[in-house]
């Protein structure tokens, strides 16, 4: 199973004193060289962490995957069509939440990714769409064009209770097997760690797991390239 690390948070950090240090690029590199199969970065409207300059030096510099993760809006559509990365992920976004709180309404807005993934695809960039564990909104990312799904894992990470954690892990199943038998490229992420990742790493499809919070804040004690390995090693 593939890991692509979101480095949001170096950029958070960085923007903290609103310098250059640290640098998101060079933690890109420290985590393909630990072992990272691509690297994640969200392209927020507010631009509260990642900047325009970073993606585009990211593009320059990734050699493995650069995964960049936006709204549906027109502005960051040409930003990803003048970047080109090797994949976009749309989520949805609102303006004062801490992070992503949960997937897009893919049949809700099925009008404007349909038009969004198109024009992205137009530009040989893999299209993604983040979504909540549910067969409905799989069968929707296939109907408006996306070649891949990342399955929101956040309801299994953050189960109270045995049989919570069970039945949010079933519905992330549920929803990989669907997205497969769709020819679907399939991954998943959000509030996944070093403690509750091995279920998930587990489930035959998944592709890769886009991990970033966590592995930041091992990084801190340990050196990021040391957790990135570690995760690595969790998840092979």
Not at 16 to 32: M, Q, S
Not at 147 to 172: F, G, K
């Amino acid at each position: 199973m593939k890991l692509g690390v979101n480095i949001d948070h170096v950029a958070t950090l960085r923007q903290a004193r609103k310098g250059i240090e640290p640098d998101p690029v060079h933690a890109a590199v420290l985590c393909e060289m630990a072992g990272a199969d691509g690297i994640t970065v969200h392209l927020r409207a507010d631009r509260r962490h990642i900047q325009e300059r970073d993606v585009e030096l990211l593009k320059k510099t990734v050699a493995t995957r650069l995964n960049i993760e936006m709204s549906a809006a027109s502005e960051m559509v040409e930003v990803a069509a003048a970047v080109q990365p090797w994949q976009v992920t749309l989520v949805p976004e609102k303006p004062n939440e801490v992070t992503t709180e949960g997937g897009l309404d893919v049949v809700l807005n099925a009008a404007l990714l349909r038009q969004v993934v198109s024009r992205l695809r137009g530009h040989n960039i893999r299209v993604s769409i983040f979504i909540d564990p549910s067969t409905e909104n799989v069968r929707a990312v296939h109907k408006v064009g996306a070649q891949a799904v990342e399955i929101n894992t956040n309801a299994y990470a953050v189960a109270r209770s045995e049989t919570e954690r069970r039945e949010a892990l079933r519905a992330v199943e549920e929803a990989v097997r669907l997205a497969g038998k769709l020819d679907l490229a399939v991954l998943a992420g959000h509030a996944l760690n070093y403690r509750n990742v091995a279920p998930i790493s587990r489930i035959d499809m998944i592709e890769e797991l886009n991990i970033g919070h966590a592995i930041i804040a091992r990084a801190v004690f340990v050196g990021l390239e040391r957790a990135v390995a570690e995760m690595k090693a969790l998840i092979a």
